[in-house]
């Protein structure tokens, strides 16, 4: 059985960091493009980034370039995400997917929730001003 599971969210102040994890089971984790992506409460899920496999990159949306960063430990089926100078607005529920394919260039791109294999059930990112 296949399970993506994250963790790591909690309650910061407006300035501070969080570093969130996400373990995949049950697949080859290192044949899969992953992503983050969250869901602030009264919006769209979007996507935040999508790490290729390997030594394949890493794509962010323009609201965290700079900010997050994207890291994946193959050899422990992880993947982590640092962000850094959080803001009020970064508020939401954070999600890890495995994508369908195994490197985002030409497949990836914030607005397309698609094209995942694999959901966490996402863990609560709230930043206090």
């Known amino acids: 059985q296949v399970q993506v599971v994250e963790s790591g969210g909690g309650l910061v102040q407006a300035g501070g960091s969080l570093r969130l994890s996400c373990i995949g089971s049950?697949?080859?984790?290192?044949?899969?493009?992953m992503g983050w992506f969250r869901q602030a409460p009264g919006k769209e899920r979007e996507g935040l980034s999508c790490t290729g496999r390997s030594l394949g990159g890493t794509y962010y949306v323009d609201s965290v370039k700079g900010r997050f960063t994207v890291s994946r430990d193959n050899a422990n089926n992880t993947l982590y995400l640092q962000m850094n100078s959080l803001k009020p607005e970064d508020t939401a529920t954070y999600y890890c997917?495995?994508?369908?394919?195994?490197?985002?260039?030409?497949?990836?791109?914030?607005?397309?929730?698609?094209?995942?294999?694999?959901w966490g059930k996402g863990t609560l990112v709230t930043i206090s001003s």
């Open positions: 049950g697949l080859t984790f290192d044949n899969y493009a």
């Open positions: 997917a495995a994508f369908t394919y195994a490197y985002c260039g030409g497949r990836w791109s914030p607005r397309n929730t698609g094209g995942v294999a694999y």
